[in-house]
């Protein structure tokens, strides 16, 4: 069977928590995670952890840039498992 895919979208609104305790379960649960955090989710983060944007993305398998439209994650033939915006 093939690892679980999440993709986790932070976006700007408050409660970057959220999107960095789903990552860190997922960790621990083993499945692979393809991060996209907006530009002012960044700034949340850093507003509400403390974190910069390479702290966040070390929690991720995978980083994407916000707006990469030729990111593996942009294809409709990209399988995941779910899909997260947090928050939302």
């Given at each position: 069977?093939?690892?679980?895919?999440?993709?986790?979208?932070?976006?700007?609104?408050?409660?970057?928590?959220y999107g960095l305790g789903v990552l860190q379960?997922?960790?621990?649960?083993?499945v692979e995670t393809h991060l996209i955090a907006?530009?002012?989710?960044?700034?949340?983060?850093?507003h509400e952890l403390g974190m910069d944007r390479?702290?966040?993305?070390?929690?991720?398998?995978?980083?994407?840039?916000?707006?990469?439209?030729?990111?593996?994650?942009?294809?409709?033939?990209?399988?995941?498992?779910?899909?997260?915006?947090?928050?939302?």
């Open positions: 069977m093939a690892r679980a895919r999440l993709v986790v979208g932070i976006s700007g609104a408050s409660g970057a928590a379960r997922a960790r621990a649960l083993g907006t530009p002012s989710g960044i700034l949340n983060v850093h390479r702290a966040l993305e070390a929690h991720a398998d995978h980083s994407h840039a916000c707006g990469d439209v030729g990111a593996c994650v942009a294809s409709g033939s990209f399988a995941t498992t779910a899909m997260i915006v947090a928050p939302c």
